[in-house]
Nanobody
Framework: QVQLVESGGGWVQTGDSLRLSCAAS????????MGWFRQAPGKEREFVAA?????YYGNFVKGRFTISRDNAKNTLYLQMNSLKPEDTAVYYC????????????????WGQGTQVTVSS
């Protein structure tokens, strides 16, 4: 059974940092593009970051977030610094067989999400 399980979310204040993790199981994802998406209440799920052959970030990231992966551990990470209230959302990790995909519809596997809340 393929699973992606996020962890590391929480409640923080403006300017704080969080590190999200996504543990994958069921098969190796070393050949997949792995990504982070987020969804705020009343908004569509949006692209945050992806790592495949290359690394991509959403325009709003502006150097504050860093995506990384450890293929030996089948784990994806998202280091988030200088957090803002507008970063409040449920953060999802996902896997895509498409190389360097940043499109939500091209991701086949999704985690259950982890809540990040940033207070002002």
């Amino acid at each position: 059974q393929v699973q992606l399980v996020e962890s590391g979310g929480g409640w923080v204040q403006t300017g704080d940092s969080l590190r999200l993790s996504c543990a994958a199981s069921g098969r190796s994802f070393s050949s997949d593009t792995m990504g982070w998406f987020r969804q705020a209440p009343g908004k569509e799920r949006e692209f945050v970051a992806a790592i495949g052959r290359f690394i991509y970030y959403g325009n709003f990231v502006k150097g504050r977030f860093t995506i990384s992966r450890d293929n030996a551990k089948n784990t994806l990470y998202l280091q988030m610094n200088s957090l803002k209230p507008e970063d409040t959302a449920v953060y999802y990790c996902a896997a895509s067989p498409r190389r360097d995909s940043t499109l939500r519809e091209e991701y086949d596997y999704w985690g259950q999400g982890t809540q990040v809340t940033v207070s002002s």
